[in-house]
């Protein structure tokens, strides 16, 4: 299998998860390269947060640390972003070796999101972007 086929399969197994789960997945190889991911875009919320540099650099090194721990531990690593959502980050081990990584979340296991509103308030922003991500903040996902 070439790496456009590898691509494609990998592209229709996070459609797969997607579809069962209705979680947002996405796949990395052993040097935390994004390979494949579904859907492309992130939730709202995230996108949002994504406009600012300072907030993404934060995103970037939960994710790492999630992958660190993972390195360590060689199992599943579930923890709470730096904006109040749950994420999974999950190695993909064959005979103690890290071939990759599954990434999935941006989820809320809170039906009310308090801890989200809790880190929008202390974000030091303009009202204006605050009310731009409360109004996306009921569109994240919630599972119990």
Same mark, same amino acid.
């Given at each position: +299998?070439?790496?456009?086929e &590898? #691509?494609?399969?990998l592209?229709?197994? #996070? $459609?797969? *998860? ?9 796949? %990395?190889?052993?040097? $935390? =390269?994004?390979i494949?991911?579904?859907p @492309?875009? +992130?939730?709202?919320f995230?996108e @949002?947060?994504r406009e @600012? !540099?300072d907030? &993404? #650099? $934060?995103?970037?090194?939960?994710d !790492? #640390?999630a992958f660190?721990?993972?390195?360590? &531990?060689l199992?599943?690593?579930? %923890?709470?972003?730096h +904006?109040?959502?749950n994420e999974i980050?999950s ?10 990584y599954?990434? *999935?979340g941006?989820?809320t296991?809170e ?7 809790e880190?929008?308030?202390k974000?030091? %922003?303009? !009202?204006? *972007? @605050?009310n !731009?991500l409360r109004?996306?903040?009921? =569109?994240?996902? %919630? $599972?119990?």
């Amino acid at each position: +299998m070439n790496n456009a086929e &590898t #691509a494609r399969e990998l592209e229709n197994l #996070a $459609r797969d *998860f997607y579809a069962v789960c209705k979680t947002i997945i996405s796949i %990395y190889d052993a040097d $935390r =390269n994004c390979i494949a991911s579904y859907p @492309k875009k +992130m939730c709202d919320f995230c996108e @949002k947060i994504r406009e @600012k !540099e300072d907030l &993404t #650099a $934060r995103c970037i090194a939960h994710d !790492e #640390a999630a992958f660190d721990i993972c390195d360590k &531990t060689l199992s599943t690593h579930k %923890y709470i972003c730096h +904006m109040g959502l749950n994420e999974i980050a999950s190695p993909i081990v064959k005979d103690g070796i890290i071939l990759g990584y599954l990434l *999935f979340g941006q989820i809320t296991d809170e039906k009310d999101r308090a801890r989200i509103s809790e880190r929008i308030e202390k974000l030091d %922003y303009q !009202e204006s *972007f @605050k009310n !731009e991500l409360r109004s996306a903040t009921p =569109n994240v996902k %919630y $599972r119990s």
